[in-house]
């Protein structure tokens, strides 16, 4: 059974340039969440993709966006890209039961290194 | 905000003991969910452990337990017997309206030999 995977492992952009991540959730899975982590803190929340539309959002700019697809998979897009926003950037897949509390523990992918130059 | 600390920056301990990092949070709901999650050098961020705020009993998987005390607001982890492969970050964290996770700084546990 695979896990939450992510692609690519590693990205070099410049600043202004456009970065595209990808997730692909657990097996079973149907919500798929986004956090940055900066170098030595704990991860924040971006945004979250439940039946394809964006459900809940943290304190990121719009150009941080995201989508997600029929097949469950996700991605995360960043416009503009500014040195702020090198960082590791995790996704974590859960299930969403019905009712939508309480079992929707989420387990995370092993992340994508963005470095912006 | 609801906030998550964890006041630990740094722990060190020789293998084979014991260690509890500490965790405490703020809500004002009174059901919700904790978790700890560990971070090795492979940036893989795992689950270890989670307790649901409504039941009494504490949460236990194998050598790790927690120590969840409601009214102080507190979720410890202990590593009973711990081993090399503990080595790792420690995250406390809190669903924050049932679907977003509020970490805490995390706590750089190493274990000696």
């Known amino acids: 059974d695979a896990g939450v995977t992510q692609s690519p492992t590693h990205l070099i952009k410049t600043r202004g340039q456009q970065v595209t991540l990808r997730c692909s959730p657990k097996?079973?899975?149907?919500?798929v969440s986004w956090y940055q982590q900066a170098l030595g803190q704990g991860p924040q929340f971006i945004f979250q993709y439940y039946e394809e539309e964006e459900r809940q959002r943290g304190n990121f700019p719009d150009r941080f966006s995201g989508h997600q697809f029929p097949n469950y998979s996700s991605e995360l897009n960043v416009n503009a890209l500014l040195l702020g926003d090198s960082a590791l950037y995790l996704c974590a897949s859960s299930f969403r039961a019905s009712g939508g509390f309480g079992t929707d523990t989420q387990y995370f992918g092993p992340g994508t290194r963005l470095t912006v130059l | 905000a609801q906030t998550v600390t964890q006041s630990q920056p740094e722990m060190s301990v020789q293998e084979a003991e014991t260690v509890t990092l500490s965790c405490t949070y703020d809500t004002s709901e009174s059901n919700y969910y904790l978790f700890w999650y560990k971070q090795p050098p492979s940036r893989q961020m795992i689950l270890v452990i989670r307790q649901e705020a409504y039941k009494q009993q504490n949460a236990t998987e194998n050598r790790f337990s927690v120590n969840f005390q409601k009214a102080a607001k507190s979720f410890s982890l202990k590593i009973s017997d711990s081993q090399l492969g503990d080595t790792a970050m420690y995250f406390c964290a809190k669903f924050q309206g049932a679907q977003k996770l509020v970490f805490g700084q995390g706590t750089r546990l190493t274990i000696n030999p």
């Open positions: 097996s079973g899975h149907d919500t």
